[in-house]
């Protein structure tokens, strides 16, 4: 199992490794993503639905109102897809990468 960086790692410890994924295959690589102050309204209803109400009131908790850079973990999230049985040339679309380099990290893991 691939070590998540940064903030993945807290929101992880917070919230679950799912909802840290899930963050990361949304919004990663965005150097200032918004966390909704709450679980109401749009945003807030949209993390809801990304991560589920009890992953999200927590991150929310946490993190609400703030802009956060949230890492790519292209590793963590291949593997992470991969369990769920996405192929490597599903991962390699949703992820922009060659389906070479998804194999290569299913293969190789971390």
């Known amino acids: ?6 903030v993945l790692a807290e929101i992880a410890a ?9 963050i990361a295959l949304h919004h990663g690589g965005d150097d200032g993503w918004d966390v909704p102050r709450t679980i109401e309204g749009a945003a807030g209803r949209a ?20 802009a956060l850079a949230v890492p790519l ?6 593997e992470w897809l991969a369990e769920q049985g996405w192929s490597s040339a599903k991962i390699a679309c949703r992820l ?11 293969r190789h893991g971390a």
């Not at 917070?14 to 899930?22: C, Q, S």
């Open 47 to 66: 993390l809801v639905g990304l991560v589920g109400a009890e992953a999200a009131a927590a991150i929310v908790g946490r993190f609400g109102g703030e």
């Open 14 to 22: 917070l919230a679950g490794r799912d909802a840290a994924l899930g």
């Open 1 to 6: 199992m691939t070590t998540l960086p940064g």
């Open 73 to 78: 973990a292209r590793r963590a999230v291949v």
């Open 96 to 106: 922009n990468i060659t389906r070479r380099t998804a194999r290569r990290y299913r």
